[in-house]
Each structure stands twice: as structure tokens, then as C-alpha cells.
């Protein structure tokens, strides 16, 4: 009997044999059972023997930054962002900790990288809103109990500072899908649009921005669709869009 590294995915060899293609007929499995899946090589199922990660920092990240945008458009005239705090801190901060840590586990550098670092993201903006940070506080004219203009330049600066990341995110999924990489291409895209609106107080960019954080969100979505329901799990294959051509 062939060792757990040379097993057949026994789910496609039922589906190919009802018409699929012959050229998936026997795909190798992971060490841990899982199909050898390499259709977003910056997110690999490759030599797992646990579950795969992606998936659910995909879709955790897209949630966050659907609800980001949601609020940021002001759908049904609702404004005040406290409502996000749990799920950014919770799905969108701890269970992006949790699907980096397991990356790292797996050997892969750009979801370990990734993922955390987007968890920190959702932390800390979710830690603004949070009264007991006092980071609203110290914005705050104690007099009137508006904010002041500082606080606008200041979460730019914050802003810019994650813009910066995502474009060296952006040059690392070069060689991976184009959903993948037009996902942080337009994250880019997002960031300098919040940005530049916060800096010039233009309420047009930053609902632009908002505007545009939904397709990130699609995108996300995409992405972490096609993991999810890949290998055999559902008969839905999503396609990625590779941007490399594997060897012949």
C-alpha cells in the first residue's frame, strides 16, 4: 500500500469517472490527507498534516472589510462603527492570528506573514473605538466634546503606514492568482483613497475608498471560496486565475 504522500484523491477518481478530466484523474494528497493544491501558490496546500488555513483567513479578513465598508458608506444612515468592534476583534483579528500561526506551521511565509499582520490590522482599528484605549479621548475637546482636526491626520497616518505594507504584500503575490493579487492590488487602492481623504477632510475620497473596499471584499471572498470548497469538498471548482505557467 502506497504511503500517505503517493495516496489518490479516490473524490476526483468518482468524479472523473463521470465525465471529469482524465488529466486530474490520480491528484496527490497531502501527508495529512488533504488534496496537493497549488492553484494559489502564495497559499499552497502542500505537506499539511492539518487543516488548511487560508480559507479562513480569507473570508475572515473579507468580513472585516465588508462591514469596514458598510459603515464607511453609511448604509441606512448608520454611521457609528462601534457595532464592528466584536467581530473585528474576534473574527477578523483572533482568527486571523490563528490561520497565520498555522501557516507558519506549514512552512508558508507569505499567508504567516499576511494574515497576522491583517489581524493586527482589524485589532487596532477595532481598539479605536474602544473608550477604555482613551484613543478617542485624547482627540477629544473636552469642552465640546468634538474631535479635533489631529485626529483626522493622525488615522491618515495610520493609513499610510498599512498602504506601505500592502504594496510589499502586493509585489509578494506577483507569482501567485490574479484573484489574490488583485484583491491587494485594489486593498492598495483603498488605503491611499481613505488616506488622502482623512489628510484633505474630502468626504468624496473617503466614501470613494469605502466605495471601492467592496470589491476587496468580493475578492476575498473569491479567494477564500475556492480554498474552502476546493479538493473534493463540494463538486463547485471557483477558479483562481493563475499568473505563472507550471512546468510541462
Known sequence: MANDSDSYDHASKLENANGGSVAQ???LQTAG????DRSQPALPVVHRSLANPAPLGLLSFATGIFLISLFGVQVRGVATPNVLIG?????GGVCQFISGIMEFVSGNTFGATVFPAYGAFNLSYAM???PGTGILAAYTDPATGELSPQFSN???MYLWAWFILTVIFTVAAMRSSWVLFLDLFFLDIVLMLLACGYMLNNTTLEKAGSGLGFVVAIL??????????AGGITPIDIPVFPMYTEPS
Do not use: K, Q
Request: proline content about 4%; cysteine-free.
Open 25 to 27: 484523474l490520480e491528484r
Open 33 to 36: 490527507g488533504h488534496p496537493d
Open 87 to 91: 467581530v473585528l476583534m474576534f473574527f
Open 128 to 130: 479605536i473605538y474602544i
Open 154 to 156: 493622525a488615522l491618515a
Open 220 to 229: 476575498s471572498y473569491w479567494a477564500g471560496t475556492a480554498g474552502l470548497w
